[in-house]
Nanobody
Framework: QVHLVESGGGLVQPGGSLRLSCAASGNFASVNVMGWYRQAPGKQREFVANIASTNYSTYADTVKGRFTCSRDNAKNTVYLQMNNLEPEDTAIYYC?????????WGQGTQVTVSS
């Protein structure tokens, strides 16, 4: 069983930065993909970014050039560095890990971008 714990959300002004972290624990394969989705009020959950255990990463077009997804395999932790935040980035951000057995979601962390 995999357990994911996110941290780092909060309130930030437009143009500001935040870094989210997601630590994984439990039993999971060393070959995996960790990443982030988000869900804004009244909208469907959408893909933000992910990174494989090989460090290959992908991004949604809406965050390219502003967000960076990275990971520390020794700590089983994935990060999302978010720069130049916009009000449209306001959402609950969910961490996800996928290995050969399936996917596990974190509980989510709120990010609010407002002046």
């Amino acid at each position: 069983q995999v357990h994911l714990v996110e941290s780092g959300g909060g309130l930030v002004q437009p143009g500001g930065s935040l870094r989210l972290s997601c630590a994984a624990s439990g039993n999971f394969a060393s070959v995996n993909v960790m990443g982030w989705y988000r869900q804004a009020p009244g909208k469907q959950r959408e893909f933000v970014a992910n990174i494989a255990s090989t460090n290959y990463s992908t991004y949604a077009d809406t965050v390219k050039g502003r967000f960076t997804c990275s990971r520390d395999n020794a700590k089983n932790t994935v990060y999302l560095q978010m720069n130049n935040l916009e009000p449209e980035d306001t959402a609950i951000y969910y961490c996800i890990m996928t290995d050969y057995r399936g996917s596990t979601w974190g509980q989510g962390t709120q990010v609010t971008v407002s002046s």
